[in-house]
């Protein structure tokens, strides 16, 4: 008859190898379990990303397959702030800090399609944001200047663009209202802060036959977003729906 001494003699060494096994040994190797995790992550933000598209932007009549395209390519996760990543698909603008938002995806695809972007042109962009904007047309179009007039938010949107791999984008950290006099003229202009009033300056810098989208109304109320285009001397301007934007910040505010 076996005894109890017996199976202490042959279990105890048994469970104390087990024991160190357990606290010595990772399940997965490290690197297997950190790609593995990565991969996992972009797949995720893929389909969220698809479903963004299909839901909130083909459904509500943006049609412009350049545009379209563009926003299934762009990663708006790496536009936001980091806390901000699990609702950076959602149908709504985001805080990205110093009082200032990133656009409802709709609304940047819509603004996007207004311009009737294409390869070749030289756009120009007020109010670098996040980068997010400007990474949608450079998505699309050749050449695009983006001005921020928050020094520190600038240098965050100018970083996540290189980060995204939109590294031919040009930031400046200047007053919008005066645009970029240097590389005008531009093809379009896309305007992303709520103005008083349609600026002057911008409307020089367009080249004959060019576009501009920008919101026009009071801060802090609904504004309508307005199409500008330029036929010579001729400026033409089409009141499109209302908006909500931030306002348009001025150096002398």
Avoid: C
């Avoid at 490290?30 to 932007?57: C, H, K």
């Avoid at 972007?117 to 998505?139: C, D, F, N, R, W």
């Avoid at 305007?191 to 600026?199: E, F, K």
């Amino acid at each position: 008859m076996l005894t109890d001494s017996y199976f202490s003699s042959i279990l105890l060494p048994v469970f104390i190898l087990l024991l160190i096994l357990l606290f010595t040994v990772p399940a997965v190797p490290p690197a297997f379990a950190e790609t593995g995790s990565d991969d996992e992550e972009d797949q995720r933000y893929q389909r969220l990303r698809e479903q963004m598209v299909n839901r909130q932007i083909i459904a509500r009549g943006v049609e412009d397959r350049p545009t379209v395209n563009a926003m299934r390519s762009v990663p708006r996760h790496k536009f936001v702030q980091s806390g901000e990543r699990r609702r950076a698909y959602m149908d709504s603008p985001l805080p990205i800090g110093y009082g200032q938002t990133i656009s409802q995806p709709f609304i940047v695809a819509y603004m996007t399609q207004l311009i009737n972007p294409e390869p070749g042109m030289k756009v120009l962009e007020i109010g670098t944001g996040s980068g997010y904007q400007a990474a949608v047309l450079a998505e699309i179009t050749d050449q695009v200047f983006t001005i921020e007039i928050v020094e520190e938010l600038g240098e965050w949107g100018r970083q996540n663009l290189r980060n995204a791999g939109y590294d031919k984008v040009q930031v400046k950290r200047a007053d919008g209202y005066y645009g970029w006099e240097e590389h005008a003229p531009f093809d379009a202009i896309v305007v992303t802060a709520a103005a008083d009033h349609i600026p002057p300056p911008l409307v020089e810098q367009l080249r004959d036959g060019g576009l501009m989208v920008i919101p026009v109304g009071s801060p802090f109320r609904t504004q309508n977003l307005m199409l500008v285009e330029k036929r010579g001397e001729d400026i033409r301007t089409r009141n499109l729906m209302p908006v909500r934007f931030v306002p348009f910040t001025r150096e002398d505010e």
